[in-house]
């Protein structure tokens, strides 16, 4: 039986429902506050790309991302959950996200935090990714320049293709060598490493 002080459930998640609207809408009105005070095209974009989030959502709920504060509209933070049917399944990951001062004319860069194991994870937690590469060609030939950075993409794009990327590790261009190696040569080990990882993270 709840004690006289607690909520029923419902109302909990009204309670929190209402506290999380609250709040998006502080951190939006100061960044348009600040936009319009500074004139930066980045701000605006960021709180455009704020606003689409929050009203749409991920698709699936598969992720959430906004400023980790009022005082620092360039740095986010985004939970991110390992897609299903993967050793990723059930983990729910946190990576920081920091913005230039030019964006979205150059990428963000992205860090899971703590880091992950995973071949296009360097081992500080720092993302590989082609749609986070610097815009234009490159000069190792690898990637078509179509792939790389482009003002048009987004927060939403790349977090669903990072989603995308630890279901599906790119080992032609390995960020974390040894991962890479145990990915090709030993996958069963690779996978149980990885979901060891995800029972540490929960504490089970």
Not at 66 to 87: H, Q, R
Not at 89 to 104: C, R
Request: aromatic residues 10%.
């Amino acid at each position: 039986m709840p004690s006289r002080w607690e909520l029923p459930e419902a109302m909990q998640h009204t309670l929190f429902d209402l506290i999380q609207r609250l709040y998006n809408r502080t951190i939006l009105t100061t960044m348009s506050t600040r936009a319009s005070g500074s004139n930066s095209t980045a701000l605006r974009r960021l709180m455009t790309e704020y606003k689409q989030l929050t009203s749409g959502g991920s698709p699936d709920g598969m992720f959430t991302a906004g400023p980790i504060s009022e005082a620092d509209f360039f740095t986010w933070e985004a939970l991110v959950c390992g897609p299903k049917d993967t050793p990723f399944d059930g983990g729910v990951f946190v990576a920081k996200l920091t913005f230039p001062s030019d964006y979205p004319l150059s990428p963000f860069k992205m860090r899971f935090d703590p880091p992950l194991f995973h071949p296009n994870v360097y081992p500080d937690g720092t993302v590989c990714i082609s749609i986070l590469h610097t815009p234009g060609d490159d000069p190792t030939m690898y990637e078509q320049a179509s792939e790389r950075w482009s003002p048009v993409q987004s927060v939403e794009k790349v977090l669903l293709s990072v989603i995308s990327m630890l279901a599906e590790p790119n080992l032609e261009s390995g960020a974390n060598i040894d991962c890479c190696k145990l990915y090709r040569d030993n996958k069963p080990e690779y996978e149980r490493l990885v979901r060891e990882s995800i029972k540490q993270q929960l504490g089970i």
